[in-house]
């Protein structure tokens, strides 16, 4: 049967688990366990110097939160239509020659801009799966 760890040697099991860059800096053998310990124990939990172990997992909440951002974007394309989105996309081109034949008459050109009598009106072909 194991023997019960010392409270304080708990809490700093807990502290490490909050910051994992500690258990790489220890596996990397840049630091000791020992030395950890004994710098936790001496400055505590808010001291300056776990600021750089912070910063880690600050960004790996900033991951977890873009990683969620992209996984809600996966799900709305998923749901997407795409004939909403190609008559979307067909009205903005719409909008698009509209405000470029107004450029035109501002610039005082008589000439209208070259336009495809056979040019599809739909830009983008989008095929069902």
Do not use: C
């Not at 688990?17 to 800096?25: A, L, N, S």
């Not at 996309?89 to 719409?94: E, G, R, S, T």
């Amino acid at each position: 049967m194991a023997k019960p760890l010392h409270p304080s040697v708990e809490k700093f099991k807990r502290f490490v688990q909050k910051h994992p860059k500690i258990i790489q800096e220890v596996r990397s053998g840049k630091k000791t366990w020992k030395e950890f310990y004994e710098d936790w124990y001496l400055f505590g939990e808010d001291d300056e110097i776990w600021k750089n172990y912070k910063q880690n997992q600050e960004s790996m909440k900033h991951t977890e939160k873009s990683n969620r951002w992209i996984e809600k974007l996966a799900n709305m394309l998923q749901n997407m239509d795409t004939n909403e989105v190609q008559k979307h996309l067909a009205n903005v081109q719409q909008a698009i020659a509209a405000i470029q034949s107004m450029i035109v008459q501002f610039q005082g050109s008589q000439k209208q801009p070259h336009m495809q009598t056979g040019q599809d009106e739909r830009p983008f072909s989008f095929r069902k799966d």
